[in-house]
C-alpha cells in the first residue's frame, strides 16, 4: 500500500466535508434543525465525529453552510442552464426563479434557514456564501446597475424578504404573487425564467442532491481513501 500524497490527502479532506455539507441538508430538510444532531450529520456522511468539530465551529454554522452551498449551486445551475444566455434580464429572472423556487421545493430547511440568520450569530461568512454573493453580483451587474455594490444587498434583501413571506407560518404568501412583485421591480417580462406554472412544486423537491455536493474517490484510490 503506497502512502497518500499531500494533494490525495487535500481531496479527500475536501470530499468529506461535501459529504457532510450535503448530509446536512439532507437531514435538516426532512427532520428540521431542532431535531439534527451533528453525530446524526456524521453518521448520515459516513465521517468520524470529531471531522465536524475540526471543520465547523458548530451545528448552525455547518448548517448554514450547507444551505449556502445548496443556493449558490442551484442558482449557478439555473443561470447557466441551456439555452445558455448573457442577457441580463434573462439572467436575473432565473435568479430570482431559481431562489423562490428553493422555498418551494425545500420549506422545512429554508424556514429553518431564515430563522437561523435570526439568531445571535447572524450571517456566517464562508466560502459558500461568498460565492452566492458573487453570483448576485454579478448578476445585477448584467442587468446593467451602475453600482453593483449597492444594488447587490439589495436584491439580496428582497429575495430574502420573499422567501420569508412564502414561509411564514399561518400566512404564507403566494409564490406567484411575490414572484410577479419581483419581476416588476425589475422590469422583467414574466415569460423570462421558469414562470411558477411551468416549475410548479409539491414541497418535496428532488431528494438526489449529489450534483450540489461532489464527492467520489479521488484519482487512483478508494472511497475510504485507500490505494487501489
Known amino acids: 500500500m503506497s502512502p497518500r500524497s499531500a494533494s490525495v490527502n487535500e481531496e479527500l479532506r475536501r470530499r468529506s466535508k461535501e459529504r457532510l455539507l450535503q448530509a446536512a441538508v439532507e437531514l435538516v430538510d426532512?427532520?428540521?434543525?431542532?431535531?439534527?444532531?451533528?453525530?446524526?450529520?456524521?453518521d448520515r456522511a459516513g465521517s468520524a465525529?470529531?471531522?465536524?468539530?475540526?471543520?465547523?465551529?458548530?451545528?448552525?454554522?455547518?448548517?448554514?453552510?450547507?444551505?449556502?452551498?445548496?443556493?449558490?449551486?442551484t442558482l449557478e445551475e439555473a443561470l447557466e442552464r441551456?439555452?445558455?444566455?448573457?442577457?441580463?434580464?434573462e439572467r436575473m429572472a432565473r435568479a430570482i426563479d431559481a431562489i423562490l423556487g428553493l422555498a418551494g421545493e425545500r420549506p422545512v430547511l429554508m424556514r429553518q434557514h431564515m430563522a437561523g440568520l435570526l439568531q445571535a450569530e447572524g450571517f456566517v461568512p464562508c466560502p459558500e456564501q461568498r460565492r452566492l454573493a458573487e453570483l448576485l453580483r454579478d448578476t445585477v451587474a448584467r442587468l446593467g446597475s451602475r453600482d453593483a455594490d449597492s444594488?447587490?444587498?439589495?436584491?439580496?434583501?428582497?429575495?430574502?424578504?420573499?422567501v420569508y413571506a412564502a414561509l411564514v407560518p399561518g400566512v404564507p404568501m403566494p409564490v406567484?404573487?411575490?414572484?410577479?412583485?419581483?419581476?416588476?421591480?425589475?422590469?422583467?417580462?414574466?415569460?423570462?425564467?421558469?414562470?411558477?406554472?411551468?416549475?410548479?412544486?409539491?414541497?418535496?423537491?428532488?431528494?438526489?442532491?449529489?450534483?450540489?455536493?461532489?464527492?467520489?474517490?479521488?484519482?487512483?484510490?478508494g472511497p475510504d481513501g485507500q490505494s487501489k
Open 30 to 42: 426532512e427532520r428540521g434543525f431542532e431535531a439534527t444532531t451533528l453525530g446524526d450529520i456524521a
Open 49 to 73: 465525529r470529531g471531522l465536524v468539530s475540526y471543520y465547523f465551529p458548530g451545528k448552525r454554522q455547518l448548517v448554514q453552510s450547507a444551505v449556502h452551498r445548496l443556493m449558490h449551486r
Open 82 to 89: 441551456e439555452p445558455r444566455t448573457e442577457d441580463g434580464r
Open 151 to 162: 444594488d447587490y444587498p439589495m436584491l439580496r434583501a428582497l429575495l430574502m424578504g420573499a
Open 176 to 221: 406567484p404573487a411575490l414572484r410577479a412583485e419581483l419581476f416588476t421591480r425589475y422590469r422583467l417580462d414574466r415569460e423570462l425564467g421558469v414562470p411558477p406554472e411551468t416549475g410548479a412544486s409539491d414541497g418535496t423537491g428532488d431528494r438526489d442532491l449529489s450534483r450540489f455536493f461532489a464527492t467520489g474517490a479521488a484519482p487512483g484510490y
